[in-house]
């Protein structure tokens, strides 16, 4: 029998209390798992789990038949502190918390492997998806090259429902956040956050070090309007929130952007609250994850299996990076980019925007803007292009701003 210790019983932390107490079929995976305390500060005196709950950290610390803990608390205080003291004690830690993989995922890992036990976190990235363990295993005779992903539910959710159904971003939104896919503060998917810490964590166990998501240019949703998205249809194009990343010379390329990509490209047609990851590898090209990104059931499902994986394989060959990866901001890497410029004088606009960009593709627009699509260009000649651009029409006229991959 192993003993289970689930601290916080929100979202993921009550389905996976769940999951454990229903399903036999864990007694088949070498060893039946038992939730034998629930940590959370609120009470749940009517919750079939009531006798389970406790306000006492310490006391599960202190429980010698609990080997397992899982941390659903999410956010960095306290489940930074709990965790930290966990492994430092010989108990493994199981995790959905991408904040706390991405900021501190080298340091505990480091800390595990010094007190015999294991750091997993299969649940951080991509909910019920596959990944970590893929990307650690399957993979591992393979340089990553490159990451390319939607890995945020609720922003996945909310662009669907805007572009198939015309719902509004706020209605879409309060829909994630009632499903159970949004963040606490939903400001971490809306802003692009979560797809941030989840890019960085997969570039660290790809690339082999601890990159500073802090650090990583992220823009979120909350610029896209109904009319880029038109825009986008008229191109055969999808608007995704996109983590990308690559290996490059000294270090990490990473970046969170929408993105306006053909609708060939095989993240185009993943909707909902669906997520992929496109994981370029040097011996299988591309290899591509697809299922639920967030949602109860389906991310409680990966924290599970972790456990389950301690208990049958002592989680032999358990993910590890080290600190000091280093990003890296200017890459030679052309893309095409869309702009959408109001325009009092629609000539002088079109003018300057061939002064600036060159040659562009003009998109059918309404007599009050322009909306183009720039040549192929690099990060940094797009971004002095705007500022000089910005100069001649006025930067408050800037409607819309999307990388484009046709
Ligand atoms: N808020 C996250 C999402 C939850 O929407 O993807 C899963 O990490």
Not at 132 to 144: E, W
Not at 273 to 278: E, G, H, P, R, T
Not at 385 to 401: A, D, P, Q, R
Request: proline fraction near 2%.
């Amino acid at each position: 029998m192993t003993y289970v210790a689930v601290l916080g019983f929100g979202t993921v932390g009550s389905g996976v209390v769940e999951i454990i107490n229903n399903n036999s079929f864990i007694n088949k995976a070498g060893g039946e798992l038992t939730v034998k305390a629930i940590l959370d500060i609120r009470d749940f005196t009517d919750s079939p789990y009531a006798q389970l709950f406790t306000k006492d950290f310490d006391a599960i610390l202190n429980d010698k038949e609990i080997s397992i803990v899982v941390e659903t608390i999410g956010g960095i205080n306290p489940a930074y502190e709990y965790t930290l003291k966990a492994l430092k004690s010989g108990k493994s830690v199981v995790t959905s918390n991408k904040e706390l993989v991405a900021t501190y995922g080298a340091e505990l890992m480091r800390v595990a492997r010094e007190n015999n036990a294991v750091y997993l976190f299969e649940a951080s990235v991509g909910g019920g998806i596959p990944i970590i363990r893929p990307l650690n295993n399957c993979l591992a005779a393979n340089d990553i090259e490159e990451i390319m992903g939607i890995l945020n539910g609720t922003t996945n959710y909310i662009l669907t429902q805007m572009i198939k159904n015309g719902v509004s971003f706020e209605k879409a939104l309060s829909d994630a956040q009632e499903k159970g896919y949004a963040e606490r503060n939903p400001e971490a998917d809306i802003e692009g956050h979560d797809t941030c810490r989840k890019i960085a964590i997969l570039s660290a166990l790809s690339y082999g070090k601890q990159i500073d998501s802090n650090l990583i240019p992220t823009e979120g949703i909350t610029k896209i309007t109904l009319e880029d998205v038109a825009y986008a249809q008229s191109m055969d194009c999808a608007i995704k929130l996109i983590g990308y990343s690559k290996k490059v010379n000294g270090g990490v390329y990473a970046r969170v952007s929408p993105m306006m990509l053909s609708k060939d490209h095989p993240l185009a047609g993943v909707e909902d609250v669906f997520n992929a990851i496109l994981v370029k590898g040097s011996a299988t090209g591309d290899v591509m994850f697809y299922g639920k990104g967030a949602g109860k059931m389906p991310t409680a499902s990966a924290v599970v299996a972790d456990c389950i994986d301690i208990v049958k394989h002592k989680s032999l060959g358990a993910p590890f990076w080290e600190d000091g990866g280093e990003l890296v901001f200017d890459i030679d890497f052309e893309d095409n980019f869309y702009l959408r410029v109001a325009a009092g004088d629609k000539q002088r606009c079109e003018s300057a925007a061939q002064a600036v960009f060159g040659k562009v593709r003009w998109l059918d627009s309404n007599e009050k803007e322009v909306a183009f699509v720039t040549g192929k260009m690099t990060d940094k000649a797009f971004k002095e292009g705007v500022e000089k651009f910005e100069t001649l029409v006025g930067s408050e006229n800037i409607l819309g701003k999307i990388r484009v991959l046709i």
